[in-house]
Nanobody
Framework: VQLQASGGGLVQAGDSLRLSCAAS????????MGWFRQAPEKERELVTA????????YYADSVKGRFTISRDNAKNTVSLQMNSLKPEDTAVYYC?????????????????WGRGTLVTVSS
């Protein structure tokens, strides 16, 4: 499974941004999906994840109420709607696929990664 993330950019605090991740194979629909992020000089962290069926989600406390993850198995895509962005949301965001998601997991052992997309939020 190859993952292609897109949608990053430079926005101002309070703005919204939508990230998308497209998967190359139909096997995508059997995998949990998630978005990790890595800010400068910080460890990569799980921001949000969604089960293969879409019935279960996980959100880090720092993004609850502001970010929404969704998926479309028919299109092999997963999206991340980010609202009320803050400067501390600035990071490289990575799309990921793993059988263990949306259980909160560290980034070690993740099955598939997409290339990161940079999100910069100015104050």
């Amino acid at each position: 499974v190859q993952l292609q993330a897109s949608g990053g950019g430079l926005v101002q605090a309070g703005d919204s941004l939508r990230l998308s991740c497209a998967a190359s194979r139909r096997a995508f629909s059997s995998l949990g999906m998630g978005w990790f992020r890595q800010a400068p000089e910080k460890e990569r962290e799980l921001v949000t994840a969604i089960s293969w069926s879409g019935d279960s989600t996980y959100y880090a406390d720092s993004v609850k109420g502001r970010f929404t993850i969704s998926r479309d198995n028919a299109k092999n895509t997963v999206s991340l709607q980010m609202n009320s962005l803050k400067p501390e949301d600035t990071a490289v965001y990575y799309c990921a696929a793993d059988l263990r998601l949306p259980a909160a997991v560290r980034d070690t052992g993740i099955m598939y990664w997409g290339r990161g997309t940079l999100v910069t939020v100015s104050s």
